[in-house]
């Protein structure tokens, strides 16, 4: 009995995930307009710090995509344009963001492979 109940639950909160597009705590979400205020704020934070680490001088342009992740507050994973110069070129990073602790990260800040041509 307990076994179909646990079966029963699984399957309503995946129904429930699907229907109302409820978050599921762990799982990467995409971010549905990577120019939301909050987002860039983000990316420009990651920026900031990857020239304070590198001693680079990079300018952020924009958010090309991203996803979020709540685990213990909220990870981005963002893809970053950003210019070195007169050439634009496309970052990985990775920030984690706990506003409630004025706790913000930058795991890591990377030149894309996928995204740069």
């Given at each position: 009995?307990?076994?179909k109940?646990?079966?029963?639950f699984?399957?309503?909160?995946?129904?429930?995930?699907?229907?109302?597009g409820?978050?599921?705590?762990?799982?990467w979400?995409p971010?549905?307009?990577?120019n939301?205020?909050?987002?860039?704020?983000?990316a420009k934070f990651?920026?900031?710090?990857?020239?304070?680490?590198?001693?680079?001088?990079?300018?952020?342009?924009?958010v090309?995509?991203?996803?979020?992740?709540?685990?213990?507050?909220?990870?981005y994973r963002?893809?970053?344009?950003?210019?070195?110069?007169?050439?634009t070129?496309?970052y990985?990073?990775?920030?984690?963001?706990?506003?409630?602790?004025?706790?913000?990260?930058?795991?890591?800040?990377?030149?894309?492979?996928?995204?740069?041509?």
């Open positions: 009995m307990a076994f109940s646990l079966v029963i699984a399957l309503l909160s995946v129904l429930a995930t699907a229907a109302f409820i978050s599921i705590v762990g799982h979400r971010i549905e307009n990577p939301d205020p909050g987002v860039v704020e983000i990651a920026v900031a710090e990857h020239n304070k680490e590198a001693h680079a001088a990079l300018g952020f342009v924009s090309v995509k991203g996803e979020t992740q709540v685990v213990a507050g909220t990870k963002l893809v970053i344009s950003a210019k070195d110069g007169s050439a070129k496309n990985d990073a990775l920030v984690w963001d706990k506003p409630w602790e004025k706790f913000r990260k930058l795991v890591f800040f990377k030149e894309s492979i996928a995204f740069n041509n």
